[in-house]
């Protein structure tokens, strides 16, 4: 670790919106380090290793949404990525997402999924096809802020410009259909189902225009060889060549904004000119000692942001079991592909009382939450649940067959899953007996489903909960994507026009940056809003640097 205590920057959180943050900032030489609470960086962008199977912990794969690929370039990164193709299966009816034209094939596999709503289907179809042409203009061009004007002047011409006319124009579209996307589909149809098996893989209340347009995102995912994880390995080592320092198991419990000083766990403390807090928006506000503001004005501010967000949910979190499985690659090539969404029975979650979860936990329904509590209670609904369940299958070694030993393979399968029951279970004294329940309720429909004798061939598997997330990234309930889109006001920015101002807190010389900052959030926005809060830095740090020089 450097000796000095005074940095120009301190960053807190080494996901990949504080790692872009710290990259930019390091590149323009100021002194940044980097505090980051868990013993790993990369947060939600993620690979481990067990026993020789690469495993990716968060994002299976990402798209580069006009931003990643761009911010790459900018910083000099090499990174070798491959296309990463999407299945979408139904039961024994799987289609593969090559092209454009693949939304025709996406609407043939729901007809004969539910051969009584085809009309309905095609005028579907036509909604995902709009939605796509919206968000092309959005996300249609290499980001500016990841290009140099004074290096390509042809670009401000003949790309951004006539970019931001189209922009200008689809933008208020885009707004419009900001409701929630179940509550949008019914305008189309009453079969619940369907919709179901449209957006159940989508978190709760995902607005419309952000659910439809991952048709065309499926088309953009990459998947970098050696794993996810190789994108935060890229970044940090950006960091590290530019005199930044990163530490890890090293959280902030406290920021003393009166004497720019933040406070760790294991009772250092640092002083800096400018914070980029990066992390869980519930930690910093948790941290911010309120004593210390002064200003009348902002103390207000920041007990009235604070409130908000301490009120506000994570988003959706997610159930995952890891298989190490001694079939090849072949074998899951054949059925699924890399990178599949895939949903053994046409019923939908609606009939077996996904929705009603939170509230039977809550003991709303008899009052007996013992009995509800009961693992003869809930299992049931557990095994209904994973039954009727959209899986999202990842196998990284069909993307890098060095990710497996020679004619194994790692699978990865996910499903949504709500934190506040995983955590209620935790209390009821059998969450070890629920993970067990759940790895073999998910072993039992893929084995009588997609992979037919998977159960036979299973080497090893773990299961993760939100539980799980929540201990390994710090995300407050095990969010994947920042906040839920069932509060009632937003902790954060929700508008494209707005974005800028996402990095924006109370305080003047503390910003945020990452899933928490925006919403809807992913990994391009969390890289997006790392490059603005360092961007807004760099000019306030040399403008004061060049008024004392002056003066």
């Known amino acids: 670790m450097s000796a000095t205590r005074e940095y120009d920057v301190v960053v807190v959180g080494a996901g990949l919106a504080g790692l872009t943050s710290a990259a930019y900032l390091c590149r323009s030489g100021y002194h940044t380090l980097v505090c980051e609470a868990s013993d790993h960086i990369g947060g939600l962008v993620n690979s481990f290793v067990d026993r020789g199977f690469t495993f990716d912990a968060g994002i299976r794969a990402f798209e580069n949404s006009g931003i990643v690929f761009?911010?790459?370039?900018?910083?000099?990164?090499?990174?070798?990525?491959?296309?990463?193709?999407?299945?979408?299966?139904?039961?024994?009816?799987?289609?593969?997402?090559?092209?454009?034209?693949?939304?025709?094939?996406?609407?043939?596999?729901?007809?004969?999924?539910?051969?009584?709503?085809?009309?309905?289907?095609t005028k579907i179809a036509g909604e995902i096809a709009k939605v796509m042409r919206y968000m092309d203009v959005l996300y249609g061009i290499d980001n500016p802020l990841f290009m140099d004007m004074t290096k390509d002047t042809g670009y401000l011409m003949k790309v951004l410009l006539p970019w931001l006319v189209k922009y200008q124009i689809n933008i208020p579209k885009v707004i419009k259909l900001n409701e929630p996307v179940n509550d949008y589909l019914l305008r189309f149809?009453?079969?619940?189902?369907?919709?179901?098996?449209?957006?159940?893989?989508?978190?709760?209340?995902?607005?419309?225009?952000?659910?439809?347009?991952?048709?065309?995102?499926?088309?953009?995912?990459?998947?970098?060889?050696?794993?996810?994880?190789?994108?935060?390995?890229?970044?940090?080592?950006?960091?590290?060549?530019?005199?930044?320092?990163?530490?890890?198991k090293t959280p902030v419990t406290r920021i003393d904004p009166a004497n720019r000083q933040v406070h760790t766990a294991d009772g250092q403390s640092f002083n800096y000119r400018k914070l980029v807090w990066a992390a869980d928006s519930k930690a910093m506000y948790r941290a911010l000692d309120e004593a210390e503001i002064t200003d009348p004005q902002q103390l207000a501010a920041v007990r009235a942001r604070g409130e908000l967000v301490r009120q506000g949910h994570g988003g959706d979190s997610v159930l995952t079991v890891y298989y190490a499985v001694d079939l090849g690659a072949d074998y899951f090539q054949a059925r699924c592909g890399a990178h599949a969404f895939y949903t053994a029975i046409r019923d939908g979650l609606s009939g077996v009382g996904f929705r009603e979860w939170r509230d039977l936990i809550k003991g709303d329904v008899d009052g007996d939450e013992g009995k509800i509590s009961s693992r003869q209670a809930l299992t049931p609904l557990v095994k209904a649940y994973l039954a009727a369940t959209t899986y999202e299958i990842s196998?990284?070694?069909?993307?890098?067959?060095?990710?497996?030993p020679p004619g194994q393979t790692g699978v990865i399968v996910s499903t949504l899953m709500d934190y506040e029951f995983v955590r209620h279970i935790q209390a009821a004294g059998w969450y070890e007996d629920f993970k067990q329940l759940c790895q073999e309720q998910i072993t039992a429909v893929l084995d009588a489903s997609i992979f037919p004798g998977l159960s036979e061939h299973v080497l090893f598997?773990?299961?993760?909960?939100?539980?799980?997330?929540?201990?390994?990234?710090?995300?407050?309930?095990?969010?994947?994507?920042?906040?839920?889109?069932?509060?009632?006001?937003?902790?954060a920015e929700n508008q494209f026009r707005r974005i800028t101002r996402s990095v924006d807190t109370p305080l003047p010389d503390i910003y945020q940056a990452g899933q928490w900052s925006f919403s809807p959030s992913g990994l391009p926005i969390s890289i997006l809003t790392g490059k603005v809060a360092a961007d807004r830095i760099g000019k306030e740090l040399g403008k004061k640097a060049g008024a004392k020089r002056k003066a």
């Open 461 to 491: 598997a773990q299961c993760s909960t939100p539980l799980t997330l929540e201990r390994f990234t710090g995300n407050a309930h095990g969010a994947i994507t920042g906040w839920a889109f069932t509060d009632g006001e937003m902790p």
């Open 189 to 248: 149809t009453s079969n619940q189902a369907l919709i179901d098996l449209i957006t159940q893989h989508f978190f709760q209340n995902t607005p419309t225009f952000f659910a439809l347009s991952y048709f065309g995102l499926y088309l953009d995912y990459r998947y970098p060889l050696g794993g996810t994880g190789v994108l935060a390995d890229k970044m940090a080592d950006v960091v590290r060549e530019e005199n930044g320092t990163i530490l890890t």
């Open 70 to 121: 761009p911010m790459l370039r900018q910083l000099g990164i090499e990174m070798e990525c491959v296309s990463n193709q999407v299945t979408i299966g139904i039961g024994d009816d799987l289609v593969q997402l090559a092209t454009r034209d693949s939304l025709a094939d996406y609407a043939a596999l729901l007809r004969r999924a539910f051969p009584d709503n085809g009309e309905e289907i």
């Open 395 to 404: 196998c990284p070694a069909l993307r890098d067959p060095q990710l497996a």
